[in-house]
T-cell receptor
Framework: SQELEQSPQSLIVQEGKNLTINCTSS?????LYWYKQKYGEGLIFLMM?????EEKSHEKITAKLDEKKQQSSLHITASQPSHAGIYLC???????????FGPGTRLSVLP | NAGVTQTPKFRVLKTGQSMTLLCAQD?????MYWYRQDPGMGLRLIHY???????AKGEVPDGYNVSRLKKQNFLLGLESAAPSQTSVYFC???????????FGDGTRLSIL
């Protein structure tokens, strides 16, 4: 069973638009990590959230973890072509025996 | 600061051939991991190591072996390559299980 689900599976937006990607778990998370993968490259760590209600921002990307620690959202403001890629959420044990990754959300930003 | 370095970046093998993928990290991390990434399957853990001289099986270990003789290196071996092992392989490292993992750029492996 998929322990972390992401929605949407893929997203195409016009440059300048805002967007949100969601990551959901059926169990309480003990941390939630967001990564970005450019096509054909490795994963780049973006942000880590640990506390319920926590929110972190870096440049135009904001990530939040809900109070129940079962859902996280990643919001991009005024998207740019450089934001294109695959966004993955991940969670450390004990959600799984080892670190668990979501299936990813593929983002395309049209100039 | 190189971070996590994987070699080679690309490789094509014939069924039955063997090869070793190399991973090196310069961050003094205790934990190292090997993943494979396939379309529709996401990232799946093959093997991991919690320190020099230790290895453990992940989600999909069959057909692979690993070794961690030195803290900075984690090797992934395919003894007899099969077409089902065609994939992109990623190595990662971290200080602990709850710290972010740092990834290499991947090795694209095709088995014909």
């Amino acid at each position: 069973s998929q322990e972390l689900e992401q929605s949407p599976q893929s997203l195409i937006v016009q440059e300048g638009k805002n967007l949100t990607i969601n990551c959901t778990s059926s169990k309480t998370l003990y941390g939630l990590y967001w990564y970005k993968q450019k096509y054909g490259e490795g994963l780049i760590f973006l942000m880590m959230l640990q506390k319920g209600g926590e929110e972190k921002s870096h440049e135009k990307i904001t990530a939040k973890l809900d109070e129940k620690k079962q859902q996280s959202s990643l919001h991009i403001t005024a998207s740019q072509p450089s934001h294109a890629g695959i966004y993955l959420c991940g969670a450390p044990p004990p959600l799984g025996q080892n670190f668990v990754f979501g299936p990813g959300t593929r983002l395309s930003v049209l100039p | 600061n190189a971070g996590v370095t994987q070699t080679p970046k690309f490789r094509v093998l014939k069924t039955g051939q063997s090869m070793t993928l190399l991973c090196a990290q310069d961050m003094n991390h205790e934990y190292m991991y090997w993943y494979r990434q396939d379309p529709g399957m996401g990232l799946r853990l093959i093997h991991y190591s919690v320190g020099e001289g230790t290895t453990a099986k992940g989600e999909v270990p069959d057909g692979y072996n690993v070794s961690r003789l030195k803290k900075q290196n984690f090797l992934l071996g395919l003894e007899s390559a099969a077409p089902s092992q065609t994939s992109v392989y990623f190595c990662a490292s971290s200080y602990s299980t709850v710290q972010p993992q740092h990834f290499g750029d991947g090795t694209r492996l095709s088995i014909l």
